[in-house]
Every structure is written in structure tokens, then in C-alpha cells.
Nanobody, 115 residues
Framework: QVQLVESGGGLVQPGGSLRLSCAAS????????MGWYRQAPGKQRELVAR???????NYADSVKGRFTISRDNAKNMVDLQMNSLKPEDTAVYYC?????????WGQGTQVTVSS
């Protein structure tokens, strides 16, 4: 049974930081490309950051220079370090795992940036 479990969301003031973590089980983690997506109310889900099995990364333009994605294949975990948070970063953040035609999603974790 595949499980992606996100943690680390919460309420933070503008300019603050949060670190999201995703623990994966039931998959050959090291083979999967891992990603973080987000969905704000009334908006479509969008890619935030992605890291391939070889460690290559790409980011949405809106988060470049502020967010960093990383993975630990020994622990089957992928993290998203979010700095200089803005109110427009408020959304539910989802962990995603992709390998060829196989895609898995976590249940999501809420991030709210507000003063």
C-alpha cells in the first residue's frame, strides 16, 4: 500500500519560514521523481517544486530563490524548505510521487501565511 504523508504545515507570519516533510512508504522511493504541489482556494493545483531520482530540481518561478526541495533516499523522505513566505503562498500543499505512468498523492497539509 502506497502512502505519502505530509507534515509541517501551519500558520506563519509573512517573511517567516516553514519546512514541509513527506514520508513515503510502499514505493521504491529512490526511483521516483518527487514533487510538491499546492492548491489555493478557487485555483488549480500547481507545481511548486520537483526533484528527480537523480537529484535534479526545478521550481515554479513564484518560489525560485525562496523554496528549496530536497530528498533523503535512505529515509524515503522529501522536504520543502520555504523561506520568505508571502500571503500568496497560502494553500494546501501536496506531496507527489511519479514513476513512468504511476502517480501517487498525499493527503495535503495546510500552509497559511498571515499576520
Amino acid at each position: 500500500q502506497v502512502q505519502l504523508v505530509e507534515s509541517g504545515g501551519g500558520l506563519v507570519q509573512p517573511g517567516g519560514s516553514l519546512r514541509l516533510s513527506c514520508a513515503a512508504s510502499g514505493i521504491a522511493f529512490r526511483l521516483y521523481a518527487m514533487g510538491w504541489y499546492r492548491q489555493a482556494p478557487g485555483k488549480q493545483r500547481e507545481l511548486v517544486a520537483r526533484i528527480t531520482s537523480s537529484g535534479s530540481t526545478n521550481y515554479a518561478d513564484s518560489v525560485k530563490g525562496r523554496f528549496t526541495i530536497s530528498r533523503d533516499n535512505a529515509k524515503n523522505m522529501v522536504d520543502l524548505q520555504m523561506n520568505s513566505l508571502k500571503p500568496e503562498d497560502t494553500a494546501v500543499y501536496y506531496c507527489n510521487a511519479v514513476l513512468f505512468g504511476s502517480t501517487h498523492w498525499g493527503q495535503g497539509t495546510q500552509v497559511t501565511v498571515s499576520s
